[in-house]
């Protein structure tokens, strides 16, 4: 079974900081990994898609890169702001297109 | 195009009970996914349905079933309600068929269970 990790779990960062969110799992045999960020109490909002091909992805000031052979992930956000707050999860899904999700990490900018 | 709709967004019920929860997937998706989130096991896979097929069952007693209509649409049902059932309810939806799409969530609906 997949296991996804998180580390940190919780972030306090001074805006203007670039910070760079760790995501591990356990089998490498993945099709993608998806980056998501949940703000209380909503859904989640897909930030970035990396097909398995694929070693990054950039949206604006996110950048999401993959290294399949080592089970990691990482979410690069540059200059981070306030509006940035929100928990970030990573996840990756299996051939039944269920998800695994780690546990997320809690980013909070300080203005 | 819309997104991910979810009705109702909260809902109160007391324990016994039962509920359903109703998603509407982005237009053309076929893929509907139901997760449960609560603070203490985080985000849970329950079902997943494709062309109206389960296609895949989560860790989750029979009291949770779900269906899905030919429009794709898809509800999810809750029997015998229990306070442990209380959570955020999330449904995904994707074009489906291969898990390298990506995957679309809901705005969830709020579950309380008294």
């Known amino acids: 079974k997949q296991e996804v990790t998180q580390i940190p779990a919780a972030l306090s960062v001074p805006e203007g900081e670039n910070l760079v969110l760790n995501c591990s799992f356990t089998?490498?045999?993945?099709?993608?990994l998806q980056w998501f960020r949940q703000d209380p109490g909503k859904g989640l909002t897909s930030l970035l898609l990396?097909?398995?091909?694929?070693r990054e992805q950039t949206s604006g000031r996110l950048n999401a890169s993959l290294d399949k052979s080592s089970g990691r992930s990482t979410l690069y956000i540059a200059a981070s702001q306030p509006g940035d707050s929100a928990t970030y999860l990573c996840?990756?899904?299996?051939?039944?297109?269920?998800?695994?999700f780690g546990t997320g990490t809690s980013l909070t900018v300080i203005p | 195009k819309a997104g991910v709709t979810q009705t109702p967004r909260y809902l109160i019920k007391t324990r016994g009970q039962q509920v359903t929860l109703s998603c509407s997937p982005i237009?053309?998706?076929?893929?509907v996914s139901w997760y449960q989130q609560t603070p203490g096991q985080g985000l849970q896979f329950l079902f997943e349905?494709?062309?109206?097929?389960?296609?895949n069952k989560g860790n989750f007693p029979g009291r949770f079933s779900g269906r899905q209509f030919s429009n794709s649409r898809s509800e999810m049902n809750v029997s015998t309600l229990e306070l442990g059932d209380s959570a955020l309810y999330l449904c995904?939806?994707?074009?489906?068929?291969?898990?390298?799409?990506?995957?679309?969530f809901g705005p969830g609906t709020r579950l309380t269970v008294t």
């Open positions: 995904a939806s994707s074009l489906g068929g291969v898990p390298s799409y990506e995957q679309y």
């Open positions: 990396i097909q398995s091909s694929q």
């Open positions: 996840a990756v899904p299996s051939t039944g297109n269920q998800f695994y």
């Open positions: 089998d490498s045999a993945i099709y993608n």
């Open positions: 349905y494709f062309s109206e097929t389960q296609r």
């Open positions: 237009s053309g998706h076929r893929s």
